[in-house]
């Protein structure tokens, strides 16, 4: 994927798996995060996804401009604050970051 000036961007897919009991909680704080994430700088595109079959496992589909931006994001308020509201609800996290070679 390329941003709209060619450039080649981050992908980035990060996962959360909630404790049972509070998939509503963590749904509904990591769904928060979207709208404010689309408008920070160098983000492309950023999604929520929750697993059909599996109602604690969230992932987010991630395109960034560049390391530097992502980690401006990881940084930012609304997810650090969002994090640590939740974090005692999170059974376990994790992120891959890729670069698209085809």
């Not at 496992?57 to 530097?68: D, G, I, K, Q």
């Not at 401006?72 to 997810?79: E, K, L, M, N, T």
Request: aromatic share 8%; hydrophobic share 35%; proline share 4%.
């Amino acid at each position: 994927m390329s941003d709209t000036n060619g450039n080649e961007v981050l992908s980035v897919v990060a996962w959360v798996r909630a404790e049972p009991g509070a998939e509503d909680t963590v749904r509904e704080t990591l769904a928060g995060f979207v709208a404010p994430t689309l408008k920070e700088e160098g983000c492309v595109d950023y999604q929520l996804h929750g697993v059909n079959d599996d109602p604690g496992l969230f992932y987010f589909v991630e395109y960034w401009r560049s390391e530097e931006d992502l980690e401006r994001h990881i940084a930012s308020p609304h997810i650090r604050d969002g994090s640590d509201a939740v974090t005692h609800l999170i059974l376990e996290h994790g992120e891959m970051r890729m670069t698209q070679i085809a």
